[in-house]
C-alpha cells in the first residue's frame, strides 16, 4: 500500500497559510494591545493582581536571586510599585475600618453651672483613664496618615479635641496634656484670639503659638466669628472658612486642614466650600465614633463636656 505524503509543493503550500494566519493573528493582537494602551505596566499590573502573594513574600522569592539584577529590570521595578501600591490599598483599607473616638471638651474651669466647663480635676481623672487603660492620644494629623496614606494607627487611638479656644485650655489643659503626654486638638475661633466674650476669655497668639510649637497640642479651624455656616451668604461663608485657615497659617507657621463647624451645623454648600479650600475632614457634633463612611468632612463625636462624670467617661471608654 502507498504510504501518504504531502507532496514537496502542498508542504510549502501549508506552511505559508500557517505563516499568514499566524501573522494576522499576531498583528490583530498588537493593534487590540496598542488600542486599549497595554504597556509592560500593564501587563506587570493584571498579573499582581492575580499573584496572591504580598510584597514581603515576593522578595522572599527573590532573595537568592540577585536582587539588584532581577531590579534592573523595568518590568520587575513596575510590579514592585505596583505591590507598593496594593499593599498601601490594603493598609489604608483596613485603617479605614478602625472607628476613632474624638471627645469634645470646651472650657476647662470649675464652673458647675455651666454644662461646656468640665472641672479641670475631672478633666485630669479622664486623661490619666485613656492613659491606665492604653489609649494612645492622636491627632487628625495621624487620623489623615493611617486613612488616607495607609500609615499605622497606635494601640487604641483616640482624638482629644477642645472647641473655641477658652483661654483656660492653656492655663488647666495643656499642663494635665503634658503631665500625662498626651496630644490634644484645640479648634480656634480665629476672630475672637484674646477677646473676652459672654465674659469667657480666649487664648491669645502667644498661647497658641507655644501650644501649637509644644508638641502637644494642634490648633486647627473653628472659622472666625462662629456662626451658622448655612445661614451665611457665599462670600460670608468664604471669610470664615478661608480666612480663619490663612491667618491661623500665617501666624503658626503650618498647615491647616481641618474644620469643625460651629454649633455642629453644615450642609453640602459648606462642605464644598471646605473642600475648594484644601480642608481635608470636618468635625461635627453628631454623636458617635468618627468612622470614614461619614465622609472626610462630616465626622462624629462624642460629647464629654462638663456633664459626663469620670465614671461615666471610664464606663463609656473602658
Ligand atoms: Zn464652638
Not at 111 to 130: G, I, K, W
Amino acid at each position: 500500500m502507498k504510504s501518504f505524503a504531502f507532496p514537496g509543493g502542498k508542504k510549502q503550500t501549508v506552511l505559508l497559510i500557517c505563516s499568514v494566519l499566524l501573522g494576522i493573528v499576531i498583528a490583530s493582537f498588537s493593534m487590540w494591545a496598542l488600542a486599549r494602551g497595554v504597556s509592560d505596566k500593564n501587563i506587570a499590573f493584571a498579573s499582581a493582581q492575580n499573584y496572591p502573594h504580598s510584597r514581603s513574600q515576593l522578595m522572599e522569592g527573590v532573595h537568592n536571586k540577585d536582587a539588584a539584577n532581577y531590579f534592573s529590570d523595568p518590568v520587575h521595578t513596575d510590579q514592585m510599585m505596583i505591590y507598593d501600591h496594593l499593599d498601601q490599598a490594603k493598609k489604608i483599607k483596613s485603617n479605614q475600618q478602625i472607628q476613632i473616638p474624638i471627645l469634645v471638651y470646651h472650657s476647662i474651669a470649675d464652673n458647675p453651672s455651666n454644662p461646656y466647663c468640665t472641672n479641670p480635676s475631672v478633666f485630669d481623672a479622664e486623661m490619666r483613664h485613656l492613659k491606665d487603660t492604653g489609649y494612645t492620644t492622636i491627632t487628625f494629623g495621624d487620623l489623615e496618615s493611617a486613612w488616607l496614606q495607609g500609615s499605622k494607627l497606635p494601640q487604641r487611638p483616640i482624638i482629644v479635641s477642645l472647641d473655641d479656644g477658652y483661654a483656660d485650655n492653656y492655663t488647666n489643659a495643656f499642663p494635665v496634656l503634658q503631665k500625662y503626654n498626651q496630644k490634644a486638638t484645640i479648634f480656634m475661633v480665629t476672630g475672637f484670639a484674646a477677646q473676652t466674650i459672654n465674659q469667657m476669655n480666649h487664648l491669645d497668639w502667644d498661647q497658641l503659638r507655644e501650644m501649637q510649637n509644644s508638641g502637644v497640642i494642634d490648633i486647627q479651624s473653628h472659622s472666625v466669628h462662629h456662626l451658622d455656616m448655612t445661614q451665611l451668604s457665599d462670600e460670608q461663608l468664604k471669610h470664615e472658612v478661608v480666612d480663619s485657615k490663612a491667618e491661623l497659617e500665617k501666624k503658626l507657621g503650618k498647615p491647616v486642614t481641618i474644620f469643625c463647624y460651629p454649633f455642629g451645623a453644615y450642609n453640602d454648600k459648606v462642605k464644598k466650600m471646605l473642600k475648594d479650600s484644601g480642608y481635608l475632614f470636618a468635625a461635627t457634633t453628631n454623636e458617635g465614633a468618627a468612622a470614614i463612611g461619614q465622609g472626610d468632612l462630616a465626622l462624629d463625636r462624642y460629647h464629654v463636656n462638663g456633664v459626663v462624670t469620670p465614671a461615666m467617661f471610664a464606663a463609656r471608654f473602658p
